[in-house]
């Protein structure tokens, strides 16, 4: 199975997200995430299997001591870089050293299961994404000036505090990833 581990967003948010999310899309050409898949990755694990999913949740299963973590929307950005656009998220600032403490728990919990995690996986920005720009689009044009025209001056403001981290399996089909909960874990 495909996992991850995420933080869920408040409902209101989701919805002001995606709500953002259909205005930039109206002028570029971006595959939006849905609005129930809106979420704040932590860790994507990858393919693991029912045993190493039941090592890691007793692994993670303590990673309370935390406290909660008040976090606030950013700004709306293109990633990695407007040369080569691949989507479109909004960082998430407020708690950083608690929420990097809280990833750090995570990661220190998944590698003591034994699971093998890829480099790149193993780098932590925190953002929300909201779409990904359809295939093809990044290389064969400029996205920036449809972007910024979209996003000028309509950053979304909103705070969250996380109280607990989600074990998500995510399963892939043509009308998009569905994500089911697997796991449920407190950090105060």
């Known amino acids: 199975m495909r996992a991850f581990f995420a933080i ?3 409902e209101e948010l989701k919805k002001k997200i995606f709500a953002r999310g259909q205005e930039i899309a109206k002028k570029t050409d971006v595959k939006l995430v849905e609005e129930e898949n809106i979420h704040l990755t932590l860790l994507f694990l990858g393919e693991i299997s029912e045993e190493e999913k039941e090592r890691v949740v007793g692994a993670v299963g303590d990673i309370r001591g935390v406290g909660e973590i008040k976090l606030r929307l950013g700004e709306t950005e293109i990633f990695p870089d407007k040369k080569r656009p691949h989507g479109i998220w909004i960082n ?10 809280l990833y750090k728990k995570i ?3 998944v590698l003591k299961a034994g699971i093998r995690l890829e480099e790149r996986e193993m780098r932590f920005s925190p953002h929300i994404t909201i779409g990904r720009f359809k295939r093809g689009v990044g290389g064969s044009r400029d996205v920036g000036p449809a972007f910024a025209e979209a996003s000028a001056g309509k950053d979304i403001r909103g705070e969250f505090t996380v109280e607990k981290v989600a074990l998500f399996q995510s399963q892939l089909s043509a009308k998009g990833p569905k994500y089911t909960k697997i796991g449920e874990f407190e950090v105060k």
């Open 8 to 10: 869920e967003l408040p």
């Open 92 to 101: 998430v600032g407020g708690e950083k050293e608690k929420l990097f403490s």
């Open 107 to 109: 990661v220190d919990g």
